[in-house]
Each structure stands twice: as C-alpha cells, then as structure tokens.
C-alpha cells in the first residue's frame, strides 16, 4: 500500500509537471502570435482608422514582406493583413500621427525596390450622393485645387455614391512632425460636418475587403488600358490614374462618434460617421 501511494504521488508530481511546461508553452506560443501582427479586432481609438488599401502588381511573399517593412516605419502603423491573393491590404494608423497620403506613399516606396508600382486606392463612399441635387455639391468638393493637387477622385458607382481615391506622389519631409499630404478630414469634414461648415451627409473610408469592388476596380483599369494606344501607356503611368481609391467608411481626425457598423448595400462593411 506505501509503495503505491508512493508511486502515485510520483505520478501526480509527473502530472503537475507536465501541466505546467504545457501551460508555459501555450503562453509562449500565444506571446509570439501576438508579436508576430497586430490583433485586427483592436478596440476604438479616436482619429484610428483601419483602411483597406487596394493594390495592383502584389503577388508573391516578397511584396508581402515589403510593404510589411515600410509600413513599419511609420510611427503609429502597423499592415494588419497584407493579401496578395486578393490584392488589398488593410493598414490602421493614428491619423493624427501619419497621413492617409504618408500610408499610402509608404506603400508605393515599398515596391520600388522589386520595381513594381503597386499603386495603392482607397474607397469613398457618400452614401446620399445620388439623392436631390447632392451630386453637383460633392462634384465640387472633389474637383477643388488643393486636393486635386494631392489626390485625385473619381466615380467607380456614382448611383451607390463609390469612388476611387487615387494618391498622387509625396515627397514626405522628415524634420516635419505632423501629417503631410492628404488626410481623411480633407474630404469628411466638408461632406459630413453639419452645415454651414459641411453639407452634413453621411460620408467615410471603407473598413473591409470587397471582392465586388476589386473586380470593378479591375475591369474599369482594363477598359482604361484597352483605350490607350499602346505607344502612350508607359506614359500614362506616371500621369494621375482614373482610378480613385475607394475609401472605406471610418472615423477619423476630429470625429466625435465612435464606429457603428453598417452595409452599404454592396456587403462592403463601413463605420458611420
């Protein structure tokens, strides 16, 4: 009878052990999950937005790593997903640390080294836009100087209120502590604030993947292409594209209302503002 409550007791010990390197190792992996990418479900923070950026040319773990790389470097950014597959990648940032525009630059130095122009868009959506006479009102915010200076926007579904927000080059200077170029406020704040500073319509950056969206993005690129002559297209390159990235619905810069989740009728999630 000793020798067995011996034994057992050695065998609860074994047990015990055994219990706690487990716990230690599912800890330890946990920990590294964690460091290895930032979690996507992350809370609210104000002037925060995590975007989806559609890209052209990415298709390999190497573009993956790059635009990885260079968005590291953006104080306040990390690439929650970048999809090859898919051709997006969704990036969140303090808005009021780095611009929409700097994320955005980040992205296109990122491919210069494998020389690929991975042209990052965003998504825009007005929701109102095709209602009474919004649509001339919000034609004239997108068509004003400075911001044509900065990004360029065009329809992708005007009856939907989608456009595409295409960045244009950014020479980011680094003795400067603020956001430069253009910033999701430049667009918000004159569309959604409440008159008489803005036309008080629902407005904001698109948040998730829409593979609807992709494709129109694509066809409408191609379309664009097939109509150039081809001793003008290498040309056009550097030209601002007629594709404007769509920006998802999210809040941003001054924003005083947290997110609230919604469908644009496209099964593109977005966050009214």
Known sequence: MEQSAMAAQRSGHVGSVAVFFASLLLFLALAAAAADGPNEDQPYAPHTPTLIFYLSNADSSKDVDAIRASIQKLKSASAVEVNVEEGHARIRFDSHVVSYHQVAQAIIDSGKSLQKDYDPLLIFIVTDYAKSRNAAKVDSIFSGKRLNSRVHITPLDPSKGVF???????????????????????????????APRGLGLTSGYASTYDPIISQELKDAEARHASSQPSDHRLRDRHRPSRLLAVISINVDANCKSPTQPSQDGRGTTIALL
């Open 164 to 194: 595409v927000v295409h960045f244009l080059p950014l020479a980011v200077d680094p003795s400067v502590g603020t956001p430069q170029g253009f910033n999701g406020g430049h667009l918000h704040h004159p569309i959604s604030d409440p």
